[in-house]
């Protein structure tokens, strides 16, 4: 059972054009949200996060917003570089960081 | 760059033989943890550590041990590998439980059971 759905496997984006990547989870009692990225034959790091008590948090290029009614989040970049090429998880969790469930990930391109 | 440090990188076993991967920090963070990365399952966690010598199952543990005997290194065990534990294996640190305290992760371990 998948509490947390990206379904989206991949998306292409123009360099400079927005790119919305999205997620859905199913489990009310999640309260922190996190979007990592991953590049091939590394680690994932870590992006950008939001509590539950916000609807948005922004970094730089990164925004992401939660809909909690909608139980659903989206990662926007803004413009999007090539070097954001990369996969994307989104993730959440209950109360801390004991466990912190991910999806599937999202493999964006940002084509030059 | 978070001071994490898993060995091997890359190791090919096979089926029925006892395999052990290491997590080592530099970072003396409290929290320690045991992920897979599948295709389609994303990232699922084995077992994590609160402490040493404190430790608690996750989502997939079945056929996996882990030990902590030092605050640096954490241990993660297949007692006897099988097909379906072909994986690449995350291990990932975090300070507190607290919000402003994420999960960073070591660059893993590619395992292939033969």
């Known amino acids: 059972d998948q509490q947390v759905k990206q379904n989206s496997p991949s998306l292409s984006v123009q360099e400079g054009r927005i790119s919305i990547l999205n997620c859905d989870y199913t489990n009310s009692m999640f309260d922190y949200f996190l979007w990592y990225k991953k590049y091939p034959a590394e680690g994932p790091t870590f992006l950008i996060s939001?509590?539950?008590?916000?609807d948005k948090n922004e970094d730089g290029r990164f925004t992401v917003f939660l809909n909690k009614s909608a139980k659903h989040l989206s990662l926007h970049i803004v413009p999007s570089q090539p070097g954001d090429s990369a996969v994307y998880f989104c993730a959440a969790a209950i109360g801390g960081y004991q466990k912190v469930t991910f999806g599937t990930g999202t493999k964006l391109q940002v084509i030059p | 760059d978070a001071g994490i440090t898993q060995s091997p990188r890359h190791k090919v076993t096979e089926t029925g033989t006892p395999v052990t991967l290491r997590c080592h920090q530099t970072e003396n963070h409290r929290y320690m943890y045991w992920y897979r990365q599948d295709p389609g399952h994303g990232l699922r966690l084995i077992h994590y550590s609160y402490g040493v010598k404190d430790t608690d199952k996750g989502e997939v543990s079945d056929g996996y041990s882990v030990s902590r005997s030092k605050t640096e290194d954490f241990l993660l065990t297949l007692e006897s590998a099988t097909s379906s534990q072909t994986s690449v294996y995350f291990c990932a640190i975090s300070e507190s439980q607290a919000d402003n305290s994420p999960l960073h992760f070591g660059n893993g371990t590619r395992l292939t059971v033969t």
């Open positions: 939001i509590s539950s008590i916000k």
